[in-house]
């Protein structure tokens, strides 16, 4: 083929959490939109690809992927990844809390989505979880200050922050048994490394099968609390209140207690693995991961909550979040930290900057670049095609092209398959 470079057109996600204003500011169109924007998808997933031209005809990237693994992915990925796109990047915008959620590991996706299949769950269905074969794991880059949940706490911080709801809730018969099983399991937990996973299935049982208990410890506890849970940590009281507010029956507003809460400021990233809660709160953010739609959710959402799979994937021990920025490897070249072999993710800078495959900060197998907002570029191949692409517009580069240069002002991300 005798491009280089191909821009694509990128379907945008409309979901009640999205912004009506941050995805088309970004992206410099006219504000606000009429539906919440959530997320714009760049990438081949199977489920909603971008589009692309190829030879004067519109196509997907999926189909054009399909059709020439070789040309689009190189030999080595398309072996690795089953001649499929190995990762999915994203613009994300959060105005609202996203759902708490997990994602599976690869052998978890594997098995549960034979399983639905074998029993004829419709991919479309609301309570379908396993949408495709592979894990999900992922990295948030923040554009704006981000805000969001992730992780557990230690065992006597998550007993801290609950404790004053125990002094402040009030139920009868079998949901007052029910609450006190849940403080019984927080009297342990300071002292059981066992105990998050207790308290965590005490929790999601009580707001399965007890919602009036679970509702007097969001309705009653948090209220008559309120004032006790700021002294302890504020920051996270606050997004209690907040959440109640966003979702005023849902037990998943406590998360705050519970879960970390974390600011990643602009440029910083936060890295997410198989089985770790997290949920997205507020800001703006690019966001890379493996090809995969697979959600497990926990709370904050009115979607379907499957307790089972839920308690079987998630990693219940404590986290330590950890944000970074990116790290030079090369003039004008920051790649954040690579974890796992679907993708990695650089930042680029003008000056020009030289991107060779041996200079080690072009990764392997394709390449979706995406201009930052204020970045007028130009990506340039040896051959001297190019492509100008600026604010929030992305070109994909296939394998093919092995070198190129980029000129301009501002910088752009590079998402690649990630090294061996």
């Known amino acids: ?81 089953d001649r499929q796109f190995p990762f999915l990047l994203k ?7 996203l759902s708490i959620q997990v994602h599976p590991t690869r052998d978890q996706a594997e098995r549960g989505f034979r399983f639905e299949e074998q029993h004829a769950v419709p991919h479309d269905a609301p309570h379908r979880i396993y949408r495709d074969r592979n894990h999900k794991p992922e990295q948030m880059v923040a554009l704006s200050e981000f805000q969001a949940m992730c992780g557990f706490r230690t065992g006597s911080a998550i007993a801290q922050r609950m404790r004053p709801l125990h002094r402040y809730t009030s139920v009868s018969g079998r949901d007052e048994q029910a609450l006190q099983e849940l403080w019984s399991v927080l009297e342990m937990i300071s002292s059981d490394t066992d105990g998050i996973g207790s308290f965590f299935r005490t929790l999601m049982a009580l707001q399965t099968d007890h919602p009036a208990a679970a509702a007097a410890l969001l309705h009653g506890g948090v209220q008559a609390a309120s004032a006790e849970l700021a002294e302890i940590d504020a920051f996270a009281a606050a997004w209690v209140r907040r959440l109640s507010r966003q979702f005023p029956d849902d037990p998943g507003a406590l998360a705050p207690l519970y879960l970390n809460t974390v600011s990643i400021y602009p440029g910083e990233a936060l890295t997410l693995a198989a089985g770790i809660p997290h949920a997205y709160l507020d800001g703006l953010g690019v966001e890379v991961m493996a090809n995969s739609d697979n959600v497990i959710r926990a709370g904050l959402t009115v979607k379907h909550i499957d307790v089972p799979s839920l308690v079987d994937t998630v990693r219940c021990r404590s986290f330590v979040p950890d944000t970074a920025g990116p790290q030079p490897v090369a003039d004008g070249v920051e790649q954040y930290p690579q974890v796992f072999r679907e993708f990695a993710l650089f930042r680029l800078t003008t000056g020009p900057v030289r991107i060779t495959r041996d200079a080690g900060c072009a990764g392997r197998g394709p390449r979706i670049l995406l201009a930052d907002s204020d970045a007028q570029l130009r990506i340039v191949d040896t051959q001297g095609r190019w492509e100008d692409i600026s604010g929030g517009s992305a070109v994909v580069i296939p394998h093919a092209t092995e070198e190129f240069r980029l000129q301009g002002t501002g910088c752009g991300y590079l998402a690649t398959a990630g090294a061996v």
């Open 91 to 97: 613009i994300l915008a959060a105005e609202k809390a």
């Open 1 to 81: 083929m005798d491009v280089a470079f191909y821009p694509l057109h990128n379907p945008v996600k409309h979901y009640a959490w999205g912004s009506t204003e941050r995805i088309a500011r970004f992206q410099h169109r006219r504000f606000p939109t009429p539906q919440p924007e959530a997320e714009v998808w760049m990438g081949a997933h199977p489920s909603d690809s971008s589009m692309l031209q190829i030879a004067g005809r519109r196509c997907s990237l999926w189909q054009a992927v399909a059709d020439n693994p070789e040309y689009w992915l190189g030999s080595q990925v398309a072996r690795d990844f």
